[in-house]
């Protein structure tokens, strides 16, 4: 009834052209809302970032967070820690790829994920070299080269074998607790 009021002929613009052209607004709409540069959860306990985070809001919820503290609980469970060198390296480099640094303009609600830098990769592979299992290493060659990229490793610096271990800590300690 009432979208054949605005399918008018006067408009010369046929209902299907219609709906499709209020479809593509919609979604636009909803991306726009979707890709909001927004602060992170708060409830992180591995990927603590820094309190100036900023990351897009498709990223905004704490899975990621947990699989990395699940996949710690589950190597403590098998005795199969990694250095804390290598445990460093993987939360730095895990925690950039999930919950990437948001570059946009506030005023236009644009945004968008900046890669995880280079170095941070090489770290990790570099230093896990035969602990992780189950992880893939990723081809290094597809991160940031440039001063512009992901890089959650200065929440680590100054005391960063204290930060992560502080994490962990309260990973085992709950699953003691829960045992």
Do not use: H
């Amino acid at each position: 009834g009432r979208l054949f009021f605005l399918c008018a002929p006067i408009l010369r613009v046929s209902c299907s052209k219609m709906k499709v052209l209020a479809v593509v607004v919609l979604l636009a709409l909803a991306s726009c809302v979707m890709a909001n540069c927004v602060a992170p959860p708060n409830d992180f306990t591995v990927c603590k970032l820094p309190a100036t985070a900023r990351i897009p809001a498709t990223y905004a919820n704490a899975d990621a967070d947990r699989a990395l503290a699940s996949y710690f609980e589950f190597l403590d469970s098998i005795d199969a820690l990694p250095t804390q060198e290598c445990a460093d390296a993987y939360a730095e480099f895990a925690c950039s790829e999930a919950y990437p640094r948001c570059e946009g303009d506030a005023n236009s609600g644009l945004s968008l994920p900046v890669n995880t830098c280079y170095y941070q990769c090489k770290n990790f592979v570099d230093r896990c070299d035969g602990q992780l299992p189950g992880v893939d290493r990723p081809n290094c060659g597809q991160f940031a080269v440039t001063e512009d990229c992901t890089n959650y490793q200065l929440q680590f610096v100054g005391n960063s074998a204290a930060a992560l271990s502080a994490g962990l800590l309260s990973v085992v300690a709950l699953v003691v607790l829960a045992l």
